[in-house]
């Protein structure tokens, strides 16, 4: 202890005393205490009294290693804290990744069925792309897109009937009726209970 104080610039003992205790304080705090549980009093107090000490010329070189890098590594505290917020993060993303993966390859496996489904049920349908039903009733029908509305009373007062077809078309039925005017003219009419566009199919 007299080596402590040997340099000294007090001789009072009562302050040598007091000083002594505030070393004393100083060592208990470094013992009990690590970076991440050093209080903001605690950190004040060390540097502030191993100030004091050295001004008073304690010999306390012994204990400035100690102190300063306690007091460095409690102020390094909130980037500590950011890299272990940022490290579980990475975790996190890194277990939703590989969820995500798992989900990306059960979706390419799905398609690549559904695709394949696709392509036996294409295998099926006997034609594709534009049916021409002037090809299917017969070639000498032309066909005309007619707007023009006409009623089933307009029909049956002007007309007699030969013979009529039935196309449906998805939840349609188109009923077509091949109707015979008296001026000779032979034209094929089509009537809808839910108001399509008129087709009027002129025989050539």
Same mark, same amino acid.
């Given at each position: 202890m007299e080596n402590i104080i040997e340099n000294s610039i007090m001789c009072g003992g009562d302050i040598v005393a007091r000083a002594l205790e505030l070393l004393a304080t100083m060592v208990q705090i470094l013992e009990e205490n690590s970076a991440e549980s050093l209080s903001d009093c605690q950190a004040d107090y060390l540097s502030s009294t191993l100030s004091d000490l050295r001004c008073i010329r304690f010999d306390v070189s012994w204990l400035i290693p100690c102190v300063e890098k306690a007091v460095k590594q409690y102020k390094s505290k909130p980037l500590l804290d950011s890299l272990n917020n940022l490290s579980q993060?990475?975790?996190?993303?890194?277990? /939703?990744?590989?969820?995500?993966?798992?989900? @990306?390859?059960?979706? =390419?496996?799905?398609?690549?069925?559904?695709?394949?489904?696709? @392509? +036996?049920?294409?295998?099926?349908?006997? %034609?594709?792309?534009?049916? +021409? $039903?002037?090809?299917? @009733?017969?070639?000498?029908?032309?066909?005309? $897109?007619?707007?023009?509305?006409?009623?089933?009373?307009?029909?049956?007062?002007?007309?007699?009937?030969? =013979?009529? %077809?039935? $196309? /449906?078309? /998805?939840? +349609?039925?188109?009923?077509? $009726?091949?109707?015979?005017?008296?001026?000779?003219?032979?034209?094929?009419?089509?009537?809808?209970? /839910?108001?399509?566009?008129?087709?009027?199919?002129?025989?050539?």
């Open positions: 993060l990475i975790s996190q993303v890194k277990e /939703r990744k590989a969820i995500l993966l798992d989900e @990306v390859a059960i979706l =390419r496996e799905e398609e690549n069925k559904l695709m394949d489904v696709t @392509v +036996k049920v294409s295998k099926t349908i006997p %034609f594709s792309g534009e049916v +021409k $039903f002037d090809e299917l @009733v017969g070639s000498g029908l032309t066909y005309v $897109f007619d707007y023009q509305p006409v009623t089933l009373v307009e029909v049956l007062g002007t007309c007699c009937f030969s =013979r009529f %077809f039935f $196309f /449906r078309w /998805r939840s +349609k039925i188109w009923i077509v $009726f091949l109707v015979m005017y008296s001026m000779n003219q032979t034209k094929l009419l089509t009537i809808s209970s /839910r108001s399509p566009p008129m087709c009027m199919c002129i025989l050539t």
